[in-house]
């Protein structure tokens, strides 16, 4: 694939911001990324097991720190856990109540978790 871009590659690159992380360059729109920065994206978050922010890349390291991968995906056997969001980042998982109306059951990965969480009013997200 790199072989097929690298022709126009200085054209594409031109209207994109490029951000590092972990001594990787990624580009994107600069629109995506001020939307990505915004505090509704920053903001803690329930996903689903198999949601997009997680399945749609390759290389799940901007969002699912390395050491935490396998709470998410025990085994590596293709079956992802929902997962808790804070700044964008995977900071634990999270499963169903067993009584209706009860909030769901967080499990962080490290403690404490940030004021942005603690303060949350978390609850599952839409099926």
Do not use: C
């Given at each position: 694939m790199?072989r ?9 690159v031109?209207?994109l911001?490029e951000l590092t992380?972990?001594?990787v360059?990624?580009?994107a729109?600069p629109e995506?990324v001020?939307a ?5 994206t920053?903001?803690p978050?329930?996903?689903a097991?198999f949601?997009?922010i997680?399945?749609?890349?390759a290389?799940r390291?901007?969002?699912v ?14 079956m ?5 969001l ?6 634990g998982?999270?499963s169903?109540?067993?009584k209706?109306?009860?909030?769901p059951?967080?499990?962080l990965f490290?403690?404490p978790p940030?004021?942005?969480l603690?303060?949350a ?7």
């Amino acid at each position: 694939m790199v072989r097929e871009v690298a022709p126009a590659w200085e054209q594409i690159v031109d209207g994109l911001d490029e951000l590092t992380l972990d001594g990787v360059s990624l580009y994107a729109a600069p629109e995506v990324v001020e939307a990505a920065m915004s505090r509704a994206t920053l903001a803690p978050l329930l996903t689903a097991a198999f949601d997009e922010i997680l399945l749609g890349y390759a290389d799940r390291s901007a969002t699912v720190p390395a050491r935490f991968a396998d709470h998410i995906v025990p085994g590596g056997n293709g079956m992802f856990r929902p997962v808790v969001l804070d700044g964008a980042r995977a900071v634990g998982t999270w499963s169903a109540p067993m009584k209706p109306g009860a909030p769901p059951r967080v499990e962080l990965f490290e403690h404490p978790p940030s004021r942005r969480l603690a303060a949350a009013r978390l609850s599952m997200p839409a099926r």
